[in-house]
């Protein structure tokens, strides 16, 4: 999940938002998962709903990328313009069964097929949408990422120089189909896969509507946003949780008035989930923390309880102020201090001593972003902080992730004693409501 402000557009996002939300249908129930839930019933607006249609993925960054699909190809001028991008003229049709490899130069788009490697088609146009034409699906593939299908179409986006950002475009309920499936174990109780579809859903829902913070994609498709795998990660599990739960949301507000909210979610919260206020500056009834004593029993060795990390003072600096450039002006940091401490037991903002004799606050949860690394994890900001002179010693660590939300192990736990899928997000929601979107 990402740190992101809530822009000025906010509130016109999510007056929309609104409209849409509290149009509300009857609640669908798979099964006997979802009985009776209270829910809004105002209808107003539900003509609203056909907004919700696509969602956009940023893939990738590159200077060079191949794609293919089995049927036509049409590739169309794409305007980008606030908020979205729409596409006008098509620009060529080509060929199923081929590979073309597609690059920028000098403002052009220059696309190589593989047979016919002389005869480049060149598309003018600062950014192209690339669209199968007969089964919705297109691979692609860059030098570092080996073929992959997805659903949708392809936008690419100039940037200066020859470098180009790759965004998959598609229908929101298709995106859900590689998101569940890349968040959660595909061997998990169905309820858990039904608690991560609505939440998965939710959270880019407000990602499309309240948080335009880039106006050519809406996520990025790893746990920045959500992960997501495209079609090669789909399993049958999970498309059937996010099918029996299509539409659905988690809101919160008065009846009629519901609002979306970003419905955080993390791996492992270490028994008590963190308030949102801490990490994402959020502050909502269903992100405020609740105990969590399910994930103890299920969660992988070295994750519920991690082991003692240490770092030395001089590359901690380094790595902090490699991430947070505007606290170079510190020198080396020598010392941090805790601010506070959440009810949780997490630390939530510290404050940096520098050489140079100024100061500087953080937050916890960015501090633990700018020194963790893959050789010395710090899983969260649940750790007991102590200092040999040389090094930080990040001991007693709890937990995997930020925390905020859901707890998905946890929720797996409560699914193998019998709980269902709206008892799991009462349990981490509290005072959310389940309602049908669209
Ligand atoms: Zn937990």
Redesign the pocket.
């Known amino acids: 999940m990402t740190l992101k402000y809530i822009p000025k557009y906010y509130w016109i996002a999510a007056s929309v938002l609104l409209a849409v939300v509290v149009a509300l249908v009857s609640c669908y129930l798979p099964e006997s998962d979802l009985p009776g839930y209270p829910h809004a019933t105002n209808k107003n607006a539900l003509g609203n709903a056909k907004l919700i249609t696509n969602v956009r993925i940023l893939l990738d960054t590159t200077e060079s990328v191949d794609f293919y699909s089995s049927g036509l190809l049409e590739i169309r001028q794409l305007e980008s313009r606030w908020p979205n991008a729409r596409t006008s003229a098509v620009l060529a049709t080509l060929p199923g069964g081929v590979t073309y490899k597609i690059k920028n130069s000098a403002g052009q788009w220059i696309i190589a097929d593989s047979h016919k490697p002389q005869s480049n088609i060149i598309a003018h146009s600062q950014h192209i949408e690339i669209s199968p034409l007969s089964d919705n699906t297109i691979s692609y593939s860059t030098a570092n990422r080996k073929r992959s299908a997805y659903r949708g179409s392809m936008r690419l986006f100039a940037k200066a120089g020859p470098k180009f950002y790759v965004v998959n475009a598609l229908d929101m309920e298709d995106y859900l189909l590689g998101v569940v499936s890349s968040e959660s174990y595909s061997s998990w109780n169905m309820p858990t896969l039904r608690a991560q579809a609505i939440i998965a859903r939710t959270y880019a829902l407000y990602q499309r509507f309240c948080d335009n913070a880039h106006y050519k994609w809406d996520m990025q498709a790893t746990q920045a946003s959500q992960a997501y795998g495209g079609i090669a990660k789909e399993t049958s599990r999970a498309s059937q949780a996010v099918r029996e739960t299509a539409g659905i949301v988690l809101a919160f507000g008065e009846p009629g008035q519901e609002k979306l909210f970003p419905t955080y979610y993390s791996a ?6 963190q308030d949102a206020s801490a990490v994402f500056n959020e502050n909502l009834t269903p992100l405020k923390g609740v105990p ?5 029993s299920i ?1 992988p060795a070295g994750r ?1 309880q991690w082991k003692t990390v240490s770092i030395s003072k001089k590359v901690a600096s380094q790595r902090i102020i490699q991430r947070y450039p505007s606290l170079a002006g510190l020198g080396q940091i020598n010392q941090i201090e805790i601010e506070s401490i959440a009810n949780s037991g997490r630390l939530e903002s510290v404050k940096l001593y520098g050489s140079t004799g100024r100061t500087a606050n953080l937050k916890a949860s960015e501090l633990r972003l700018a020194i963790t690394t893959a050789e010395n994890p710090v899983l969260s900001s649940w750790y007991k902080l102590t200092d040999d002179g040389k090094n930080w010693i990040f001991s007693n660590g709890r ?1 995997w992730g930020h ?1 905020v939300g859901l ?1 998905q ?2 929720s797996q ?1 409560m699914a193998i004693m019998g709980k269902n899928s709206v008892q799991i997000l009462n349990h981490y929601y509290p005072e959310a409501t389940l309602i049908k979107a669209y």
């Open positions: 492992i919260c270490g028994g008590h989930t969590c004593p399910y994930c103890k969660a519920y937990g925390g707890c192990w946890g736990q």
